[in-house]
């Protein structure tokens, strides 16, 4: 009877303890302290609810989670104020401004209001290879090649030379030769040999629009004028049995629009229009009445007129070198 009372208060005693108890390993005084006074303190608690009103007992005990007086939770700073508190430990590593003294410095900061251009010209040779034809002449067309080279001593302004050549290129309209024939009146004509000139170019406008939906095309407008000399001579029209006349050079001056559209920084496709005014000598609408005068070179001359030869330049723009740099990094 003796060791069925030991055996009963040894099972009541094993049931008593809590399961957790034997998974853990041995833990300090002070958390086994803490421990007990929370099992103690919940089944306590536990009892008296279920006696009291059937509510559940096992309230959480202050301490469980919270950290005991004194001790930090991982993560905090010391003085629980966060991130601020790194001025504390280190007033180094948080510089405190005058905002009075910072606000009288000068301000010397640059403000850069409009982008770099696509294409600087300053110190960059241009090589302009073009076909030019005849815009205002409706009897003869003096289509031909030609070369501009121009020097940019700025980024707006150019000195440069251009040469033109027409010799083989002249084209008499057949309706000239109907016209003689039906109506028996002959209109002075004039063809062209070749052209030079030294020029200017002021740079006044660039741009830049899309096109294609995808692409943005960057372009400047110039303006040209200069002087030079331009060789021609007339169409034996009046009296072509007997007059051969020779190309003579004259003094021509020039000025002209022109526009660039730009592919890359260095290459660019060019539409100019110029005109080319001179002096010239036309045929005389007179014929010697001897064969003798008729023969003299005098004679072949009639009355001098200003001339404008208008002509459109197509072709293409090379500049350089191929690269270049910016003295302002923006």
Known sequence: MKNTRIALFVAAALSAAPAAAWAQGAKPAKDKAAEAGGEAGGEAGGEAGGEAGGEPGGEEIPGGDEPLPGEELPGELPGGEGLGDICQIDPAACPKLDMEKEAAKPLNEQIYAVQQQFALRVRRFEVNPYWSFTLNDQFVSHPGPGLSLNYYITNVLAIGANFNYYRPFNVDSDFNAQVRRAAR????????????????????????????????????????????????RPIPVIDPDNRNFEYEPKLAFNAGIGLRIFFNRWFA?????????YNEKLESTEIAPTLQEQLDEGTWFGDSSITNHVQAQVGISIFLPFSFEYRLPK
């Open 269 to 277: 496709a060019n539409l100019e229009v110029r005109d080319y005014i």
């Open 185 to 232: 009146v002959g209109v002075p004509l004039t063809e062209y040999d070749w052209s030079a000139a030294l020029n200017f170019t002021y740079v006044p406008a660039y741009g830049k629009f899309a096109g294609f939906q995808d692409f943005i095309f960057h372009y400047d407008a110039y303006v040209v004028g200069g002087v030079g000399a331009i060789s021609t």
